[in-house]
Each structure stands twice: as C-alpha cells, then as structure tokens.
C-alpha cells in the first residue's frame, strides 16, 4: 500500500468546515493523504500523535493548500487548434456567433486530436484544474490519454439528431439523420460506461446530447433517461447562441429552457451549457419572462463560460443574478486557452459590470463555483474540498512569489493578482502530477508543437471547406501587415 504522505507546516490551508458548510482558512496545518484519500486536515498542534511521527513529505511554510478546481465544461479535442483564429472572428449576419460558418472549417481532426487534449489536459493541471468534464465527440485513444493525463475526467461524448451548416452567412440550415440520432447515442454511452469501469478509478462518464437544437425530442428525453439510469449528470449546450434561441422558437413556439422543460429533461441532475440567451436577454426578448425561474424550480444547474462569449461580446447576465435566483453555477473553460483561473476572474469582473457594484459578485462567489459547487454538477461531494475522507485532489500555490505579495486574502491574491504563476504542485488522487510548474504526466512541450504543425496543415485546406473559398489570410487578417 502507497506509503502516507504528509505536507507540515503549511502558512495556510484551504480546508471544509463541517459546521458551517463551507471553506475556511486555516493556519499552520497540515494535510496527511493515503491511497488516493485525505486522512487528516486540520492545525499542526492537533494533528494526531500517529500522523506526528511520519515523516514530513513536504514543508509547506511558504505554501498555501486549496482544493483542486473543478472544470465543468471543456472541450480539449478542437478548442486548441482554433489559437489565435477565433479571437476576432464571427459571422456578423448571425449575430457574430463562429459556431456555424467558421469552427467546421477549422476544426481539428482525428489525427490532431490527441495532441489537441494534452496541451488542454496540461493547461488545466497548470492552472489548478484536478476535475474536468470533456465533451468531446468520441475519437480514438481518448479514454487513454484521459487516463495518462492524471487529471479527474469525466467523459461527456456528444451527439445529436442533425448537424447544422450555413451557405451563405446569415441562415442556418439543418440535415438531419436517418436514426434521429440513435446510433451515435448508443456509441456514446459505450464509451460512458467504459469510462465509469475505467480501472484507474480517476474517469467517469456523463450522458451529453450536443444542442437543444440539434437533438429531437426523442433524442433528449431518451438521453436523459439513460442518464436517470446511471445515476449520472446530462449536459447540453442551451442558450448559447441568438440563432439557437431564434430557431427553437420558430420551431416550438417555446424558448429553448421552456422546450427542455416541456421535455421533462431539466432536474437536479441537468446542466446546461452557458444558458445566456433567456427570455429575459435583451438580445432574445420574448413575451414571457419565465425562464430564470423554471431554472431555479428545477435546480438546474448553469456551466458558466464567460471568456468564450466575452470574445464574441456577449455576456451572462449574470452571475451574481442568477445565484440569488437559487441556481447552481459551475465554471468551464470552454476554450483556448484552459487556464480556469482566467474564466474565474472574468466571471467576477463581468458579473460586477452588469451591476455596476463589487457587491454583486464576491470572491467567495467565484471561488466555490470552481470547487464545491462545481463537485455538485457532478453529484460529488468528495472533491472541491479538503477534508477527511475526501479524495486527495489539491493544489500547492507559493506564497512567497512576488505577485502572491503581499498578500492579505490568499484566494484574492490568487485569482485578481497572480493567476496560475504562482501555482507549485498539482496532487489528484493523492498523486504529484505538477510539480514547479512542470506538467509530469504529460509532454506539454512536445504536444505544443505538434499542434503547431497540425494547425498549419489544417489551415493549408481551409478554402476547401470554406463556403466562399476564403484562405486563412482572408478569413483571419494579421494584427499588422507584413513588411520586408
């Protein structure tokens, strides 16, 4: 049996109190962990006298101990291919969303989508992320490289009833498949449970029918029924986009939340994916003004990702208002890059913008959102918080890094002054898989740049898949043209 390991001395500890349900600071603590499983938490001088004779593993006088962040919505098979492409780039004629003119001629193939995960996988462990949930569509080698990344993932396979294009940039148009989808699902949830019996114990499954949009009502209430089954949390993409809200409306006479509701799909297990676009949007106005609240009803819980619309202009609105609404939000990186740190600080910032006070949003807000709260999306309460008996998933940040001083509220420090540099050692499962800085599971380097390469050769036959046969230069024009 794996030895126990013990960090001494920490200046300070991020650990659970029961009593009020909730972190706490904690002084000169230590932290015993044993097969993947914390065995004591707590101050120094109470440590029991078994645990005080074990040899210190680490000395954390200049480290503060927290939880392991939880990423509840990611997709690191296409988001790291599109570096540096979808930072200015939207279809204006629908709404300057990139969804369905430019990701298709961009995205990532199966032979770029290892390399893809890894640099995903190691930006996550760098930045603090032990939990991630993937929603991918199933390539080969996935649960592998899951599994050698070292991260906590929990696989959601996507699939859907119709894929969607645009030949002309303002419509969308929808081919629909035979089986309405069936075939895919049943792919899907293969791979679900192969994860769910995985024997590294670290990946789960969850049950992700891809957009409100693109799935039948058939699809959605049999995926949700199999996600009933497993006792499982179902996730789909909702409220992302005007297009999406507009179509469902015209197709349904409902909004997309009304829709899904209608389903019977929404409950304590289901999440949806942004849930921007409500009745109550000012860019989606609707003669209702019930969404929000059929959210709250159901307790539903939102994966919020600010930096993606944030790109394209569009804001959640917003956290702080949705939070007093009674939901659960969790944070998802969603895209490049999958330094959650960044998604925590914006959704503080922009919740604080829309209304116009710093009270709107606390620290406490963001920062269980990506710990506990988030633990909850997956129905775990054993990860987003150190306590006895939970898994063994931290972080080990340096105290003494210039931009952690002076440093008055750790956790302030580190999201609204540091980010991830300062971030020391990553442990999931009881296991060092960062350590200065250094991913250990991974090549992260190595796998950099490959995508390097495989975003040049995809790039090469852009106007091949173009609807107007547009090259990378025309799509994307540089920042400053080239002279010389």
């Not at 929603?135 to 009833?161: E, H, I, K, N, Y």
């Not at 024997?199 to 693109?214: E, K, Y």
């Amino acid at each position: 049996m794996q030895a126990p390991y013990r960090i001494s001395r920490l200046k300070q500890a991020i650990l659970w109190d029961k009593l009020t349900n909730s972190h706490c600071y904690v002084p000169d603590a230590d932290i015993v962990m044993q097969a993947g499983k914390v065995l004591y938490a707590g101050p120094g001088h109470e440590l029991p006298a078994d645990y005080a004779t074990l040899p210190i593993s680490v000395d954390g006088r200049n480290l503060l101990a927290m939880p392991g962040l939880v990423d509840v919505h990611s997709h690191p098979a296409t988001e790291p291919m599109s570096r540096g492409m979808f930072d200015e780039l939207g279809s204006p004629g629908l709404f300057y969303s990139s969804l369905y003119e430019y990701m298709p001629v961009f995205r990532s193939d199966a032979a770029s989508k290892p390399d893809c995960a890894r640099v995903a996988y190691s930006e996550m462990l760098l930045s603090g992320v032990t939990t991630a949930v993937d929603l991918s569509t199933p390539w080969a080698g996935w649960l592998d490289v899951a599994q050698q990344s070292g991260l906590r993932v929990c696989l959601g396979p996507m699939f859907r009833s119709a894929s969607w294009k645009t030949t002309n940039g303002y419509t969308v148009d929808y081919a629909w498949s035979e089986d309405g989808g069936r075939r895919s699902m049943q792919e899907a949830l293969a791979i679900v449970d192969a994860a769910s019996a995985h024997n590294s114990g670290r990946l789960s499954g969850m049950v992700v029918p891809a957009q409100v949009d693109t799935c039948s009502a058939e699809i959605l209430k049999a995926s949700f029924k199999e996600a009933e089954s497993r006792n499982i949390p179902w996730q789909t993409h909702a409220a992302q986009s005007i297009v999406e809200f507009q179509e469902i409306t015209r197709r349904h006479g409902l909004t997309p939340i009304q829709w899904l509701d209608s389903l019977g799909v929404l409950a304590q297990r289901s999440i949806i994916g942004h849930g921007i676009f409500l009745d109550d949007h000012p860019s989606t106005p609707w003669h209702t003004k019930t969404d929000l609240a059929i959210l709250a009803q159901r307790d539903v819980a939102i994966a919020h990702c600010p930096t993606v619309f944030a790109r394209r202009g569009y804001v959640l609105r917003d956290f702080g208002r949705y939070k007093r609404a009674g939901l659960r939000l969790g944070i998802g990186t969603d895209t490049y890059p999958h330094t959650i740190l960044d998604d925590v600080r914006l959704a503080a910032y922009l919740g604080r913008i829309q209304e116009q006070t710093p009270e709107a949003v606390s620290t406490k807000d963001v920062f269980d959102a990506v710990t506990h709260v988030g633990a909850s999306l997956l129905g775990r309460s054993d990860i987003g918080r150190i306590e006895p008996g939970s898994c063994a998933d931290l972080v080990l940040v340096d105290m003494d890094h210039p931009m952690m001083r002076p440093s008055l509220d750790p956790i302030r420090s580190l999201i609204f002054s540091c980010d991830d540099r300062a971030i020391h050692s990553v442990y999931v499962d009881g296991k060092k898989v960062v350590e200065k800085g250094r991913v250990l599971t991974m090549d992260y380097e190595k796998a950099t740049a490959n995508l390097v390469q495989e975003q040049a050769r995809i790039s090469g036959s852009v106007s091949q898949r173009d609807r107007l046969g547009r090259s990378v230069e025309e799509l994307i024009p540089p920042t400053y043209p080239t002279h010389g």
